[in-house]
Each structure stands twice: as structure tokens, then as C-alpha cells.
């Protein structure tokens, strides 16, 4: 499975990105994960293909959604209210396994990632 992502840029705080992620095929669950220079990958959002269950980090609650197109194939990542700590590499990911609450499957596909620059 190949994953496509798109839609990283600069934005200014308070502003809005949509990320995209195509897969080339079908998985279980797919996630959002995020990188911070001198930061360790860190989890963003998680969906379940099936259910359409979703989870997201504490910190981006209220602001991320995650939602994906099964026609499409694709997965969404709508990032409202962005803070400069949102700054960092964005890569999707996607599981073999269905995400079941609260449990975060162990991502098997990633995608190359996407840089998002929130200036202050």
C-alpha cells in the first residue's frame, strides 16, 4: 500500500490547513502522525475505515478532525485554530488492523510527509 499525502504550507495562527492522504489500497485504519524538529513522531489522529471511529492527541482536540472517503480511498486531516507548537512534519499511516477504542494499532504503511509552518 502507497500513501500520498498533500496539502502541508505556511499558514499564520488562528488559520486552517486540510491535509489529504490517498492509499493505493485498502487498509483498516489509518492515522495522522506528526513530526517536530528535534522532537520525536508523535500521534495525531486515528480512523477506523469501517466504524468511522476517530481519536485524536489532547492537544489538537476541538481543533483536528480527521474523516476519510472510502470511495476515494482517502483521508482527511482538517486542522482549524493552528498554533505555531503545530509546526513539525505530517505524515499519514495506515494499519492492518481496525483502530478499536482506545487502542492505536501499530501503523504498517507511511507515507512521505508534509511539512505545515504555523508562523506567530
Known amino acids: 500500500v502507497q500513501l500520498q499525502a498533500s496539502g502541508g504550507g505556511l499558514v499564520q495562527a488562528g488559520g486552517s490547513l486540510r491535509l489529504s492522504c490517498a492509499a493505493s489500497?485498502?487498509?483498516?485504519?489509518m492515522g495522522w502522525y506528526r513530526q517536530a524538529p528535534g522532537k520525536e513522531r508523535e500521534f495525531v489522529a486515528v480512523?477506523?475505515?469501517?466504524?468511522?471511529?476517530?481519536d485524536y492527541r489532547d492537544s489538537v482536540k476541538g481543533r483536528f478532525t480527521i474523516s476519510r472517503d472510502n470511495a476515494k480511498n482517502t483521508v482527511y486531516l482538517q486542522m482549524n485554530s493552528l498554533k505555531p507548537d503545530d509546526t513539525a512534519v505530517y505524515y499519514c499511516?495506515?494499519?492492518?488492523?481496525?483502530?478499536?477504542?482506545?487502542?492505536?494499532?501499530?501503523?504498517?504503511?507511511w507515507g512521505k510527509g508534509t511539512q505545515v509552518t504555523v508562523s506567530s
Open positions: 480512523i477506523s475505515w469501517s466504524s468511522g471511529v476517530t
Open positions: 499511516a495506515a494499519a492492518r488492523s481496525n483502530y478499536v477504542r482506545p487502542v492505536v494499532p501499530r501503523m504498517d504503511y
Open positions: 489500497g485498502r487498509t483498516f485504519s
